[in-house]
């Protein structure tokens, strides 16, 4: 493990863009994203990287060890 994912869930506009980029752990849920799972390790880095860079409410939060990364 090592990261962890924080969705300011209520703010999000259900693009749906988290869920395109990385289905492993992002999905709908009715007109909202959620993260599967909120915790990852290094292999699953670039997928939720790039889900949070290209959400367009700048709702995902991605911690390293505590430490908020993006
Ligand atoms: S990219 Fe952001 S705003 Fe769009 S569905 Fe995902 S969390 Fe919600």
Same mark, same amino acid.
């Given at each position: 493990?090592?990261?962890?994912?924080?969705?300011?869930?209520?703010? &999000?506009?259900? &693009?749906? #863009? &988290? $869920? #395109? *980029? =990385?289905?492993? +752990?992002? $999905?709908? /849920?009715?007109?909202?994203?959620?993260?599967?799972?909120? /915790? +990852?390790?290094? !292999?699953?880095? !670039? =997928?939720? !990287?790039?889900? #949070?860079?290209? =959400?367009?409410?700048? $709702?995902?939060? *991605?911690?390293?060890?505590?430490?908020?990364?993006?």
């Amino acid at each position: 493990m090592g990261y962890k994912i924080e969705q300011d869930h209520k703010n &999000c506009i259900g &693009c749906g #863009a &988290c $869920v #395109a *980029i =990385c289905p492993k +752990f992002w $999905v709908m /849920e009715g007109a909202k994203a959620k993260p599967k799972k909120t /915790e +990852f390790d290094d !292999k699953d880095l !670039k =997928c939720n !990287k790039e889900a #949070a860079e290209s =959400c367009p409410a700048n $709702v995902i939060r *991605i911690f390293k060890d505590g430490k908020k990364i993006i």
